[in-house]
């Protein structure tokens, strides 16, 4: 995703999260001049309170403004692995946008945030140490586990 279209996503983003925030004031101050319990629920009237209003939207002014700040911290922190990834077919390694190869491991640690702890397949571990994984005699069907001595 290239950087204008992050970009753009993050505007729009935060202009939906501004609109949201804005609907709520507009809703608190709507409550207070045409007193929405009375009209939808039949409830007393109450009388225009101009203070408690204003002390809503004043509570609710930072929490906005928190929010978005959080969003827009976060969405820059995104990091993107998308489309086709260019990889060798015997290596593995992958070629990047300057049409250098990378390992595999090297290329989406630098594009996200994945870590990465290796270890052998059952698979392949039986194709490299033959010896140490072969068929089992055990009623289980489980292979030897893997050890440096022979005789375990």
């Known amino acids: ?5 992050k970009d753009f ?5 935060v202009v939906v999260e501004g609109i949201a925030f804005i609907g709520v004031i507009v809703l608190i101050w709507l409550d207070e001049v045409i007193d929405i319990p009375y009209l939808l629920l039949g409830a007393e009237r109450t009388p225009i309170n101009w203070r408690e209003s204003l002390f809503e939207s004043l509570f609710v002014l930072p ?7 959080y969003t827009k911290a976060l969405f820059r922190r995104l990091k993107y692995l998308e489309g086709f990834l ?5 290596c593995k390694k ?10 595999m491991e ?7 945030e994945a870590q990465f702890s290796h270890g052998i397949c059952p698979e392949c571990a039986k194709k490299l140490y ?9 009623p289980d069907g489980r292979d030897k586990p893997l050890s440096r001595n022979k005789e375990a």
């Open 86 to 90: 260019p990889i060798c077919a015997s």
């Open 94 to 103: 992958i070629r990047d946008s300057k049409g250098s190869w990378q390992q």
């Open 130 to 138: 033959p010896e140490v994984f072969g068929e089992s005699d055990r």
């Open 1 to 5: 995703m290239e950087k204008l279209e």
């Open 9 to 13: 996503i993050l505007k729009r983003l």
């Open 63 to 69: 929490i906005c403004l928190m929010i978005i700040h």
């Open 106 to 112: 090297e290329y989406i640690t630098d594009r996200s």
